[in-house]
T-cell receptor
Framework: GQNIDQPTEMTATEGAIVQINCTYQ??????LFWYQQHAGEAPTFLSY????GLEEKGRFSSFLSRSKGYSYLLLKELQMKDSASYLC??????????FGGGTRLMVKP | GAVVSQHPSRVICKSGTSVKIECRSL??????MFWYRQFPKQSLMLMAT?????????EQGVEKDKFLINHASLTLSTLTVTSAHPEDSSFYIC???????????FGPGTRLTVL
């Protein structure tokens, strides 16, 4: 079976740093994606990790440990527009994506 | 990345009617497209994998006779919700499978409301 866990909600302050964790147990693994989704809109791609380690892209970084079944998304210098849901998704065999429940991040002034 | 459109963006229909949703890959020939459903405050749930020129593969619990998928060309896949019920009201999102790192490119979604 497959299981992907993320915190349901998080709150952080503008300008701060927040880390969103994702743990997973899947039967196949072909990479892990992070997506950002604003209410009523489609998900937009943030990052992709297939090897262990940290991938940095501007204010956003993503980390993967395959042996631990663990990833995190790190958001720096938070802005109000970063308030959104953040979806962790596993690409398993057949290129299908299985999504976690998503983490709703609220950034406060 | 690929540019994906969906039509309509919003649709309201009466219970018992059928609704067709189109997903177009505007700049990329898509052999594989995916259809997802998202209920309020929930994550995306894969409904089916649409393969050009062949029958769609449905996920467990998704009725293939209720959610008809046609992928007749490399740029268009359609999802028809037949005999819609209020519980079918949801956000339907399609995606196109890119090449390279297995990335999926998502359409803007279709908000279906069944009265």
């Amino acid at each position: 079976g497959q299981n992907i866990d993320q915190p349901t909600e998080m709150t952080a302050t503008e300008g701060a740093i927040v880390q969103i964790n994702c743990t997973y147990q899947t039967s196949g693994f072909n990479g892990l994606f992070w997506y950002q989704q604003h209410a009523g809109e489609a998900p937009t791609f943030l990052s992709y990790n297939v090897l262990d380690g940290l991938e940095e892209k501007g204010r956003f970084s993503s980390f993967l440990s395959r042996s631990k079944g663990y990833s995190y998304l790190l958001l720096k210098e938070l802005q109000m527009k970063d308030s959104a849901s953040y979806l962790c998704a596993i690409n398993n065999a057949g290129n299908m994506l299985t999504f976690g429940g998503g983490t709703r991040l609220m950034v406060k002034p | 990345g690929a540019v994906v459109s969906q039509h309509p963006s919003r649709v309201i229909c009466k219970s018992g009617t059928s609704v067709k949703i189109e997903c177009r890959s505007l700049d990329f020939q898509a052999t594989t497209m995916f259809w997802y459903r998202q209920f309020p405050k929930q994550s995306l749930m894969l409904m089916a994998t649409s393969n050009e020129g062949s029958k769609a593969t449905y996920e467990q619990g998704v009725e293939k006779d209720k959610f008809l998928i046609n992928h007749a060309s490399l740029t268009l896949s359609t999802l028809t919700v037949t005999s819609a019920h209020p519980e079918d009201s949801s956000f339907y999102i399609c995606s196109v499978l890119g090449i390279g790192n297995n990335e999926q490119f998502f359409g803007p979604g279709t908000r279906l409301t069944v009265l």
